[in-house]
């Protein structure tokens, strides 16, 4: 008894402590998820000139669903000290739901990530039409430009068509195209006015490939990233159900034999009450007693079943 008493109390533990690095493990995942959806976040929004709003929403649901996800690992291990089979079950649907929230994410990224050259090649043609008129767009090109090291959609010469200093030249070469400073690889003082700087070498490359490159790995980013994690949470689901399973047999086999134990000692409590074991021999006189109608009696004849003794 004491060696069966001892396996499950075991059992126990190891179900509870299992399940308490499966929550902790998930509570890193999560802070992954929130440091990966915050940097993306971060990343469209020093370019969200050149980006439509709705490319925002995975790497938002990215951050919402770590935090989320905190929550529910936290839940999980206060279940699992807690030895709670209610609270156990809980964290697998939470789970689930989360599971569903990744998936979410995943599809959108996807979508995302289709949608991108049609996007850039839009927007970065507007943005150069609008450079001149448009302060804000000046500055969101500049720093597009500066801080990836390009000029124009595809390469300089985009410039021809949109920049005014190039509008009253009938015939331009590549090497003539007049850019803006922010394109410029390396400046020269003018030396007929201190003021002004020359362009010496404008960037050879235009910034729809760097751009492209950077938004479409994002968003493979936050795809392959949800998708992975998707699939390992949902191994957490079936493993909170069967701990929580495993969690309910051990406790009712727990509580059967300390049943079993208090059958063996006599000693049964019920609403607070001493009472006599089921399987006691006086209970059965105690019921035959209590059987009897109040006020009849029915008289006892004694024959001795042995010969008296003189």
């Known amino acids: ?9 075991s059992g126990m533990r190891c ?9 902790f493990m998930f509570a ?10 915050t940097t993306i976040q971060a990343i ?4 969200s000139l050149f980006i439509d709003g709705h490319f925002s929403s995975p790497p938002a649901l990215l951050i919402a669903i770590g935090f989320i996800l ?6 999980g291990a206060y279940g699992a000290v807690k030895e709670s089979v209610m609270l156990i079950n809980v964290y697998g649907v939470c789970l689930f739901l989360v599971f569903l929230l990744e998936v979410s994410a995943a599809i959108a990224a996807f979508v995302m990530q289709s949608q991108v050259r049609e996007m850039l090649m839009r927007t970065m043609t507007d943005a150069l039409a609008d450079y001149e008129t448009d302060t804000n767009v000046a500055a969101g090109v500049d720093f597009m430009q500066s801080g990836l090291g390009c000029c124009g959609v595809r390469d300089p010469d985009d410039w021809k068509l949109y920049y005014s200093p190039n509008q009253n030249m009938s015939h331009l070469d590549s090497d003539d195209v ?9 400046l020269a003082q003018d030396p007929n006015d201190n003021d002004e700087v020359n ?3 404008p960037f050879e490359y235009g910034c729809f490939r760097k751009m492209n490159f950077i938004l479409s790995q994002s968003a493979m980013l936050i795809a392959t990233g949800a998708t992975t994690v998707a699939f390992v949470q949902l191994l957490g689901v079936l493993c909170a159900f069967m701990l929580a399973k495993t969690l309910r047999r051990n406790k009712s086999i ?7 134990l208090q059958q063996s000692l006599g000693v049964l409590i019920s609403g607070g009450k001493m009472g006599l074991p089921a399987n006691s021999a006086m209970s059965g006189y105690q019921q035959l007693e209590n059987s009897r109608e109040p006020g009849t009696h029915e008289p006892y004849t004694y024959t001795p079943q042995s010969p008296s003794v003189n």
Do not use: H
């Open 254 to 260: 727990r509580e059967a034999r300390r049943w079993q």
């Open 1 to 9: 008894m004491a060696n069966r008493e001892l396996e499950l109390n």
């Open 199 to 201: 362009c010496l070498e």
């Open 178 to 186: 007049v850019v803006p400073i922010s394109c410029c690889g390396s």
């Open 15 to 23: 179900a509870k402590y299992m399940l308490i690095i499966v929550s």
């Open 70 to 75: 905190i929550a529910v690992a936290t839940l």
């Open 44 to 47: 469209f929004g020093d370019f």
């Open 28 to 37: 890193l995942t999560a802070i992954l998820l929130i440091m990966v959806g």
